[in-house]
């Protein structure tokens, strides 16, 4: 990936995050009102955003931020799913339905499995330097 | 120049010239491969400034302060302020944004050419893409420059 | 017969360690184990050649992938006792002293047992502890030497045993350490690794527990029906499926913790954790080392304490041991998730993060003043290697929660049995509830908490709780038990106690009085009742103010 495009996807996927973290702590859109849960994404869109700091001829040093981020926010979207499977567990076992839309959280879900490409496609990078 | 190992700048390297520390933790430290002779690279400063990573026969070990400092290394990389009239490389800029910014606008940077022209006693002329300038003392110090 | 384990990848560092091992004997195998990592950085290892330099057999082996573990028993079978390998490296000068110096020690009966060549050449690097056992000082220190030469040896022999380009550049590792030890982030990611760890044991746990529960009811309710005697079927029911099946129901929980705990330790994360954190633990004169130490703490205090052996400090050893039963074990957390479930629903999980945090900040605290109280002790030195990033595997994650789970299971099934029974016990007799004797030995504690708020139920099951803490859990379910007429224990629970008192029950339950399994630990480690008692008054100090405090707190809000 050239600098441009590293620096791009920084600047989107910290926007993306920011903006996840504030619609989870806040509960806005598709997402139940978690504070916590909204702290954590924002140290995920800050690693994005910090690596825009990163001097513009440090290529690897861009891309490191963009790797450990994109891994980042597919740990957050595999730790979604795991929560939402063990809801819907719970309520099978006691017989309830405890699932909503808010509860899944589409919005950290789906961006973490998009991201995930990215951050595949950046570790094959790295290895073969 | 030789420092202690606590003073070097991310990204710097040195050759280990002396350890001045007690018998056992000199004897895990030489099985670590610090011994004298060895190349051996700060890699990273901890959040807090200490401790730190180094590398040395390719793999990360890290360093308190108190057991850097006293691991000498010598490095080709000398401070601008007692580097003698010639043509010099820039290694780092061993300072705060502040100062890194204002050393760009001479456009003195990483990996810059940089020649020394007099280097008296008050103040450090040098030639910067063939325009002449003057540094002071303290500036100079923390410009970090190694011969090309 | 001896097997040093070198890493392919960094041969040149284990072969030290060999040729010092040598020194000692000649014994000796090398196997070279994680060559399917060495072979994808494209290193190329001929085993037959390192053999030949160095005189001893050589295996190459990978754990990872099982490769040539079978060669590496047969190997050891077949080698028999062979004699010293001498390598004499050292130049003239040296070899001459270690010579001369050898020959005299052979003569002193009192080191028969001990190779004369090593010993010399460990006076000669002024080994302290040779120095002691021998009585000999040399004039000059040759340490630095013996060193480089080792090493200008073994790049001998690697020059012609090991094919393969250096790297140069940025790999993998490097480029994650660059974020996960980033001077502002490190701190953050750290906190958000360790957040998302204990959501998840919460989460995935809950299920899991509500489906033991759900099996253990209906077992009490079979045998319920089954067993004849009064007496009996209480022992049965509310006693042992009551108390040990409250302890049951949090198996998931702390198995999915050591199982997060295991992967953070096997993928490289955790020495990554010790160093962005070190500086903290500097400015309360501990290390790294005692940072684990502690980590381990949130599995068992037990095995916490038992690890500070590899400290080499004796008094930041100490000071460790005293403060690491602040650390929030495994034990408390039936208990945290007991009383959090009841009384704070599905905020459970913040409280639970908080009262870690709380644990963490008391335990830095807590060393900060034993040391000043103690000792004013310079701190160790802490030299730790980061090891590189590897994918964990799933069979090493499993022994390792499955080494640190069993131990649970054991309490479980002895300790907490007993207990049990013991309590039940108690509650039972002479008559059930409120004339028990436990219920008397609750009452007399009793004035001494009445600014806490505590009833006598929750002040005995703090006695009990003291022979292992996870019996606070059965306790109390079997005393509020004893009132419930329709519907669980919790909801008894829930009614009598305010939120406020809840919270700081939970801080108390934290703080107080060491267990009693650690308690011996503490004693066998430091070897005096001082310090037992020690952290026996100080723990119930804090655990009294911090709880008043969080109680007072509570109750204005």
């Known amino acids: 990936m050239s600098v441009r495009n590293v620096s791009t996807w920084l600047f989107l996927l910290g926007m993306l995050y920011v903006t996840l973290a504030v619609n989870t702590a806040f509960g806005f859109l598709f997402s139940a009102k978690d504070l916590m849960m909204g702290i954590v994404i924002l140290v995920n869109g800050s690693i994005y955003l910090f690596g825009l700091l990163e001097r513009v001829e440090d290529v690897k040093k861009r891309t490191s931020h963009l790797l450990v981020g994109s891994f980042f926010s597919y740990i957050l979207s595999i730790y979604q799913i795991v929560v939402v499977f063990s809801l819907w567990l719970e309520g099978f076992v006691g017989g309830l339905c405890l699932l909503s839309v808010d509860a899944i959280n589409f919005p950290l879900l789906?961006?973490?499995?998009?991201?995930s490409f990215i951050s595949d496609y950046l570790k094959k990078s790295f290895t073969t330097t | 120049m030789v420092v202690p190992l606590s003073r070097m700048c991310e990204g710097e390297k040195g050759k280990i010239s002396r350890l001045e520390l007690p018998v056992e933790v000199r004897e895990r430290l030489c099985g670590l491969g610090f011994v004298n002779g060895e190349e051996?690279?700060?890699?990273?400063?901890?959040?807090?400034?200490?401790?730190?990573?180094?590398?040395?026969?390719?793999?990360?070990?890290?360093?308190?302060?108190?057991?850097?400092?006293?691991?000498?290394?010598?490095?080709?990389?000398?401070?601008?302020?007692?580097?003698?009239?010639?043509?010099?490389?820039?290694?780092?800029?061993?300072?705060?944004?502040?100062?890194?910014?204002?050393?760009?606008?001479?456009?003195?940077?990483?990996?810059?050419?940089?020649?020394?022209?007099?280097?008296?006693?008050?103040?450090?002329?040098?030639?910067?893409?063939?325009?002449?300038?003057?540094?002071?003392?303290?500036?100079?110090?923390?410009?970090?420059?190694?011969?090309? | 017969m001896v097997v040093v384990i070198g890493d392919a990848i960094n041969l040149e560092r284990s072969l030290y360690l060999l040729l010092q091992v040598l020194e000692l004997r000649g014994d000796v195998v090398l196997a070279v184990n994680a060559v399917d990592e060495a072979r994808k950085a494209g290193l190329e290892i001929d085993k037959n050649e390192l053999g030949?330099?160095?005189?001893?057999?050589?295996?190459?082996?990978?754990?990872?992938?099982?490769?040539?573990?079978?060669?590496?028993?047969?190997?050891?079978?077949?080698?028999?006792?062979?004699?010293?390998?001498?390598?004499?490296?050292?130049s003239e000068e040296i070899e001459e002293k270690i010579e001369a110096l050898a020959g005299r020690f052979r003569l002193v009966p009192a080191l028969s047992e001990f190779d004369g060549r090593w010993l010399a050449i460990k006076s000669l690097e002024h080994d302290n502890g040779v120095e002691k056992l021998t009585g000999f000082k040399a004039e000059k220190d040759f340490s630095s030497e013996l060193a480089e030469t080792r090493y200008r040896y073994i790049k001998r022999v690697l020059s012609t045993s090991v094919k393969g380009k250096e790297k140069h550049g940025w790999d993998l590792s490097e480029a994650i350490d660059h974020v996960i030890t980033h001077r502002v982030l490190g701190i953050f990611v750290f906190l958000s690794v360790i957040y998302i760890v204990f959501q998840l044991t919460f989460t995935i746990s809950g299920p899991l527990s509500l489906l033991i529960e759900s099996g253990l009811e209906s077992l009490g309710s079979f045998l319920g029906n089954s067993i004849g005697p009064d007496w009996l079927r209480s022992l049965v029911v509310d006693g042992i499926i009551g108390g040990v099946g409250a302890i049951l129901v949090f198996v998931p929980n702390i198995f999915i913790l050591f199982m997060a705990l295991g992967v953070l330790e096997e993928s490289g994360y955790l020495p990554r954790a010790a160093f962005v954190i070190d500086r903290l633990m500097y400015s309360m004169k501990l290390s790294g080392r005692s940072f684990i130490s502690m980590l381990l703490g949130f599995g068992c205090n037990v095995s916490s304490i038992m690890s500070t052996r590899s400290i080499s400090e004796p008094k930041e050893r100490i000071v460790t041991i005293l403060v690491s039963p602040f650390i929030s074990c495994s034990a408390r957390l039936p208990v945290f998730l007991l009383i959090a479930g009841t009384f704070f629903g599905t905020k459970g999980g913040v409280v639970v993060f908080f009262l870690y945090l709380l644990s963490i900040v008391v335990t830095v605290l807590s060393a900060l003043i034993i040391n000043r109280l103690l000792f004013k002790g310079e701190p160790s030195t802490m030299i730790m290697e980061l090891p590189r990033y590897r994918?964990?595997?799933?069979?090493?994650?499993?022994?390792?929660?499955?080494?640190?789970?069993?131990?649970?299971?054991?309490?479980?099934?002895?300790?907490?049995?007993?207990?049990?029974?013991?309590?039940?016990?108690?509650?039972?007799?002479?008559?059930?509830?409120?004339?028990?004797?436990?219920?008397?030995?609750?009452?007399?504690?009793?004035?001494?908490?009445?600014?806490?708020?505590?009833?006598?139920?929750?002040?005995?099951?703090?006695?009990?709780?003291?022979?292992?803490?996870?019996?606070?859990?059965?306790?109390?379910?079997?005393?509020?038990?004893?009132?419930?007429?329709?519907?669980?224990?919790?909801?008894?629970m829930r009614v009598a106690i305010s939120p406020a008192t809840a919270f700081s029950f939970l801080v108390f339950v934290l703080l107080y009085v060491p267990c009693l399994p650690t308690l011996a630990v503490t004693k066998n480690e430091t070897g005096s009742y001082r310090y037992v008692f020690f952290s026996v008054i100080y723990s119930l100090a804090v655990a009294y103010s911090v709880a008043l405090a969080v109680r007072v707190i509570g109750g204005l809000l």
């Open chain 1, 110 to 115: 789906f961006s973490g499995l998009l991201v």
């Open chain 3, 52 to 90: 030949k330099q160095l005189g001893i057999p050589v295996v190459i082996t990978s754990a990872a992938t099982g490769e040539g573990i079978e060669e590496l028993k047969e190997v050891l079978v077949k080698s028999a006792r062979s004699s010293s390998h001498i390598h004499y490296l050292f």
């Open chain 3, 391 to 492: 994918k964990p595997r799933v069979s090493s994650i499993m022994f390792y929660t499955w080494n640190k789970g069993r131990h649970f299971l054991e309490k479980a099934g002895t300790i907490i049995l007993g207990a049990s029974v013991v309590i039940w016990m108690l509650s039972y007799f002479p008559a059930e509830g409120s004339q028990s004797y436990a219920a008397m030995i609750g009452r007399a504690l009793e004035p001494l908490f009445i600014p806490l708020g505590f009833s006598w139920e929750m002040i005995s099951s703090l006695v009990f709780g003291v022979a292992a803490k996870e019996v606070i859990v059965s306790s109390l379910t079997t005393f509020y038990g004893n009132y419930a007429v329709m519907g669980s224990a919790m909801e008894v």
């Open chain 2, 40 to 148: 051996v690279e700060l890699v990273k400063i901890a959040p807090f400034g200490d401790p730190k990573v180094f590398r040395i026969k390719g793999t990360n070990v890290t360093l308190r302060n108190d057991i850097a400092m006293w691991i000498l290394v010598e490095t080709s990389s000398i401070p601008l302020s007692s580097a003698q009239p010639g043509e010099y490389l820039v290694s780092l800029i061993n300072g705060g944004w502040g100062l890194k910014e204002r050393m760009r606008q001479y456009s003195i940077q990483e990996g810059a050419t940089v020649k020394v022209v007099e280097n008296s006693i008050r103040r450090i002329e040098v030639e910067v893409h063939g325009k002449t300038l003057f540094l002071s003392r303290g500036q100079a110090f923390r410009v970090i420059v190694r011969e090309r």
